[in-house]
């Protein structure tokens, strides 16, 4: 797997650190273990097949559905790292 760069350089996991390993648990069929590794996955992934499919058939309130597919990815990714320096902060083990 890639390493990442921000966790190299600073010491602590970056807000998309988990990705690659939640992916992985995702394809084998683990869903639980790939939400416990990053939360945001399935949401991204349903994001990324939305604007594939926007792009072919050009939906008509493409707009409003972005906008909500972001703000909701966004929030998850934010409010999960947030819990996870917590829990790293307050020294829980937080790997799954």
Same mark, same amino acid.
């Given at each position: #797997? $890639?390493?990442? =760069?921000? %966790?190299?350089? @600073?010491? &602590? /996991?970056?807000?998309?650190?988990?990705?690659?390993? *939640?992916?992985?648990? $995702?394809?084998? !069929? /683990?869903? $639980?273990? *790939?939400? =416990?590794?990053?939360?945001?996955?399935?949401?991204?992934?349903? +994001?990324?097949?939305?604007?594939?499919? /926007?792009? %072919? @058939?050009? @939906?008509?309130?493409? %707009?409003?559905? %972005?906008? &909500?597919?972001?703000?909701?990815?966004? +929030?998850?990714?934010?409010? *999960?790292?947030? &819990?996870? #320096?917590?829990? $790293?902060?307050? !020294?829980?083990?937080?790997?799954?």
């Amino acid at each position: #797997m $890639l390493p990442c =760069a921000y %966790k190299s350089m @600073f010491g &602590i /996991d970056c807000p998309g650190c988990g990705f690659q390993r *939640s992916c992985i648990a $995702l394809f084998r !069929g /683990d869903i $639980l273990k *790939s939400l =416990a590794l990053y939360p945001a996955t399935i949401p991204l992934i349903i +994001t990324a097949v939305f604007l594939l499919a /926007d792009m %072919k @058939f050009r @939906f008509r309130n493409r %707009k409003i559905i %972005k906008n &909500i597919l972001y703000l909701s990815v966004a +929030t998850i990714v934010v409010v *999960s790292y947030t &819990i996870k #320096m917590y829990l $790293l902060a307050t !020294g829980h083990k937080v790997s799954a």
